[in-house]
């Protein structure tokens, strides 16, 4: 089993910052991808942002030049540094991994950005 565990959520001002961290453990096989999502009440979950092994970034239109995506390999931990938060960004932000094996997903942590 992969479990991820996310952390850094919650409430920040239209314009503030917030970064998301995830951290993964188990029994990880090797790591193909690592990312975040985001879902709002009765829509559809929606890529922010992914990260692969070396490095490739790929974005959002919505929040490309915003936010970053990083990893730190050695620890199986990725994060998102998000920046000029708008209200619109207001959803449950989930860590993703894709291993050889599977697709695995975190428990999901909030992000409100009030007006």
């Known amino acids: 089993q992969v479990q991820l565990v996310e952390s850094g959520g919650g409430l920040v ?11 993964a453990s188990g029994s990880i096989l090797r790591i193909n991808l690592m990312g975040w ?13 992914t990260i692969r092994t070396f490095g490739n970034t790929n974005y959002a ?3 490309k030049g915003r936010f970053t995506i990083s990893r730190d390999n050695a620890k199986n931990t ?14 449950v932000y989930y860590c993703n991994l894709k291993d050889t094996r ?6 999901g942590t909030q992000v409100t950005v009030s007006s």
């Open 78 to 91: 990725v994060f998102l540094q998000m920046s000029s938060l708008k209200p619109g960004d207001t959803a």
């Open 13 to 23: 001002q239209a314009g503030g910052s917030l970064t998301l961290s995830c951290a």
């Open 61 to 63: 239109d919505s929040v």
């Open 102 to 107: 599977g697709d695995y997903w975190g428990q």
């Open 37 to 49: 999502y985001r879902q709002t009440p009765g829509n559809e979950r929606e890529l922010v942002a």
